[in-house]
């Protein structure tokens, strides 16, 4: 597929950048409303470009298949652009591809939908968005395709388990979650995958794709009305849930610490240790996520690179990280090294969180972390494509309008004790799940 940014003449493409890069530094005047149909839409009107980025976006990710159906959440995404009533899968392409558009599946833990880029002059942003209406509103699963889709996953399934990377992941999210939703895969298992039938990805479709549970994020060459237009074109032909989607259950926390060891015969040895963290507008947000950036964040000056690969060279890179979802997404610390120096590095890392939760970073090293994250800022906003990002993220949350613009202040009032308080408080080493894969098994 011809993606719009490649028919773009050169000049464009460089007039973009620069227009994007100033846009960064001014407030976004974000406009919300309902459609008709109960779709919430955001949008950011800029005719800086000839350009519309925009993405529906539905609660139908991985943690909405049920436990028997893991999978069936993506495959149920990647079936709807293979055939609607109308149009055959290399149609679709072509048609994208002929008007120099770019659609896209999103898919995570507690999302599902499409992205779109393209044109806004008539002729290319209508066939485009007639394109993606149809994709979201007439999909019809053909039989052949979603055997197709089922085989090509099966295999890359496979292949994952003989992934150590795959392995830990798997193993730590099942530790991690036991069973809440966020320990489901989002390709889902070799022997959920396999006994699925079409049937149930129509089925999925037909209870998670709904108006009402819509999110519609427009970022470009618009005025309100013709966003508007498009929003209501675009969600009015799904289908009406009678009743609320029912919220995800929430994530238990762990009593006590776990350890599970899986032998590979890989020389790398993968180290995964973590706990449930925070989930999306947590007050405890700021203050965790600028310890974090001094923890394990901030790439090269962190505290686990320093003492992990710098001072003692176990790893080329390690990190931390929080992942806020509609409920508490994993806090977790990965390591990568070689298996003859797997349990010596783990020490360090276990040693260097239990430290900082015990102490917190320096004055210095928050002030550093402050300004990196406010110098840097303007770089997570530097095109439409991010800010179409950021907008789904801000209507599928319910987040404030204001979140960007407030972006920056919130990091710089947040104190050191906050930060210290906050990483006590909510962070506990010895409760940690841990899992390596090298070497022996055992657990």
């Known amino acids: 597929m011809i993606s719009a940014s490649a028919r773009l003449p050169k000049a464009l493409l460089t007039a973009a950048c620069m227009v994007a890069a100033s846009a960064a530094n001014a407030t976004l005047p974000i406009q919300q409303w309902q459609t008709t149909s109960g ?5 950011v009107e800029t005719h800086d470009l000839p ?3 925009l993405a529906v976006d539905f609660p139908a ?3 909405r298949d049920a436990a028997d ?12 652009r293979t055939g609607t009533e109308a149009l055959g899968e290399d149609e679709i392409s072509e048609r994208l591809a002929n008007v120099g558009a770019d659609m896209s599946g999103r898919f995570d833990m507690d999302r599902a939908g499409y992205g779109l880029r393209t044109l806004s002059s008539a ?4 066939e485009a968005l007639g394109l993606l209406m149809a994709v979201l509103q007439k999909p019809t699963f053909p039989q052949q395709n979603f055997e197709r889709e089922q085989q090509r996953t099966l295999a890359g399934l496979r292949e994952g388990e003989t992934k150590p990377e795959v392995l830990a992941d798997r193993e730590f ?24 039938r079409r049937e149930d990805v129509v089925d999925f479709y037909r209870q998670h794709f709904t108006a009402g549970d819509a999110v519609v994020s427009i970022i470009g060459d618009l005025t309100r009305s013709e966003a508007g237009a498009i929003a209501e074109q675009l969600t ?19 009593e006590t610490g776990q350890t599970s060891r899986i032998g590979h015969p890989a020389t790398q040895a993968h180290i995964l240790i973590g706990q449930p963290g925070i989930k999306r507008l947590d007050p405890d947000y700021f203050p965790l996520f600028l310890g974090n950036y001094v923890l394990g964040g901030g790439g090269f000056s962190s505290r686990l690179n320093e003492e992990i690969r710098q001072k003692r060279g176990y790893a080329y890179s390690t990190y931390s990280s929080f992942n806020p979802l509609a409920q508490e997404g994993p806090f977790q610390i990965a390591v990568q090294t070689k298996k003859e120096q797997a349990e010596e590095a783990l020490k360090v ?23 990196n994250i406010i110098g840097g800022f303007p770089l997570r906003l530097d095109s439409n494509k991010k800010i179409q990002d950021y907008l789904s993220v801000i209507g599928f949350y319910r987040l404030p309008l204001t979140y960007l613009d407030d972006f920056p202040a919130q990091i710089e009032r947040v104190t050191l004790e906050q930060v210290k308080e906050a990483w006590r408080r909510r962070v506990h080493p010895e409760r940690m799940v841990t899992v390596i894969v090298a070497g022996a098994e055992s657990r």
Do not use: I, N
């Open 39 to 43: 779709a919430r839409v955001l949008f």
């Open 51 to 53: 350009m519309l980025d």
């Open 61 to 63: 990710g991985a943690s």
């Open 69 to 80: 159906k893991s999978g069936a959440a993506s495959l149920t995404l990647g079936l709807m």
């Open 123 to 126: 002729r290319e942003r209508d």
């Open 173 to 196: 999210r099942h530790l991690l979650y036991g069973g809440h939703p966020y320990s489901l895969r989002g390709s889902g298992q070799v022997e959920t995958v396999a006994k699925l």
């Open 236 to 254: 009015a032909g799904l289908s009406r849930r009678s009743r609320p989607l029912p919220a995800l259950p929430p994530v238990a926390r762990l």
């Open 349 to 371: 890392a276990q040693d260097t969180l239990a430290r900082f939760v015990a102490e917190g970073p320096t004055q210095q090293e928050l002030d550093a972390a402050k300004q």
